[in-house]
């Protein structure tokens, strides 16, 4: 059919990922996925679920792509890409071995100043505001633009301009460039961590002891950063009471909370929760809410982590606002307040 013929050889390469996790089978899928990361596996599952109707030439397609490609890095690894380009002409074609050999090779190349991505992101402001600028343009414009970006805007004010109009103007540089400043960095950056920090304090230590306290030195404190540093303050309050705390609420603040809550929130929370968070909250609602949220949960499908984050940060958002309001309590480890 023209249709089929239409789709043919048109599925994106996440599409292909999917079809080829669903052929492989379950075992073997899941061992795929143990070597992804969180964002790969989010991104897979999503595009597993999403997956249409697959047809044989589809299929047939895929795994001809994967076939090759496995053959062609094995021929590589033997006897480099001459040798595999010979091979593979004399079975496939010229056209289609270059084809192949062409996005296998663009898949193992490596970025340069691919190892700035493992240095933690202040480190490698402090080592970059100390390089001339037309080094810091280099390195920015082989960066992913998120990160490129958050160190641009991190840079000294009086720096940005002068590094942006370097990037603008860049055309090309010479690969020997490339790779001579890449190994100088790189030998100075590993000299410039090489120094054992040991991290002590920061926010979540602050909050870990925070959480401890009784609600009168928690407030003398929360009061006071309000004053003096609002935006520290307000990161406290956000990690104080994380949303998985909810199994420690009372039946009857969980069902005050509920009430504040719409169906959709919760049930995107509710997606990513653990077995004991979904019990509290289904033991404090009616069964027929009970039914309607699971319903909800089961027909949104997949969620994506982030979304999930949010609709959970909501409900934090409402039990701090009751707690401050004194219509529920958070119990904490300093005891509570008693009036007698």
Same mark, same amino acid.
């Given at each position: ?16 990922? %999917? ?44 795994? &001809? ?24 002409? !004399? ?7 270059m084809e192949v050999l062409n996005k296998l090779t663009s898949s193992l ?8 991505? !493992? ?24 960066? &992913? ?20 109009? #370097?990037?603008?103007?860049?055309? #090309? ?5 490339? !790779? ?31 959480? #401890? ?15 003096? +540093?609002?935006?520290?303050?307000? +990161? ?30 919760? %049930?995107? %929370?509710?997606?990513?929760?653990? +077995?004991?968070? !979904? ?45 401050? %309001? ?15």
């Open positions: 059919m023209p249709a089929n013929e239409e789709k043919k050889g048109k599925l994106s390469p996440k599409e292909k990922a %999917a079809i080829l996790m669903v052929m492989l089978g379950t075992e073997l899928s899941a061992k795929v996925l143990k070597n992804l990361n969180e964002e790969q596996i989010e991104q897979l599952t999503l595009e597993i679920a999403n997956l249409r109707e697959v047809s044989q030439n589809e299929k047939r397609e895929v795994y &001809e792509e994967f076939h090759n490609m496995l053959a062609a890095k094995e021929l590589i690894s033997r006897g480099g890409i001459d040798y595999a380009k010979e091979i593979l002409e !004399k079975a496939l074609g010229p056209e289609r071995a190349q490596v970025k340069p100043f691919e190892f700035i991505k !493992k240095t933690d992101s202040s480190q490698l402001l402090n080592f970059l505001q100390n390089e001339h600028p037309q080094t810091i343009a280099l390195i920015l414009s082989y960066m &992913e633009s998120d990160q490129a970006s958050e160190l641009l805007s991190s840079l000294p004010e009086e720096l940005q301009p002068d590094v942006a109009k #370097r990037i603008a103007l860049m055309d #090309r540089t010479s690969p020997e460039t490339i !790779k001579e400043v890449e190994k100088l960095l790189e030998r100075k950056l590993s000299t410039y961590t090489m120094q054992d920090f040991s991290m002590v304090g920061g926010v979540t230590a602050l909050v870990d002891i925070m959480n #401890r306290v009784d609600r009168s030195t928690e407030r003398h404190i929360l009061e006071t950063l309000e004053g003096e +540093e609002p935006e520290l303050a307000e +990161e406290i309050k956000k990690k104080m009471f994380v949303f998985e705390d909810i199994v420690k609420l009372s039946d009857r603040d969980i069902q005050l909370v509920s009430r504040e809550i719409e169906m959709h929130d919760m %049930a995107v %929370a509710l997606k990513g929760a653990s +077995e004991d968070v !979904k019990q509290k909250i289904f033991d404090n609602m009616s069964k027929r809410a009970v039914g309607l949220l699971q319903e909800e949960m089961e027909f949104m499908g997949p969620v994506r982590v982030r979304d999930v984050e949010e609709a959970q940060q909501k409900i934090v958002a409402v039990i701090r606002r009751l707690e401050e %309001a004194g219509e529920i309590v958070i119990s904490r480890g300093g005891g509570e307040e008693l009036i007698v």
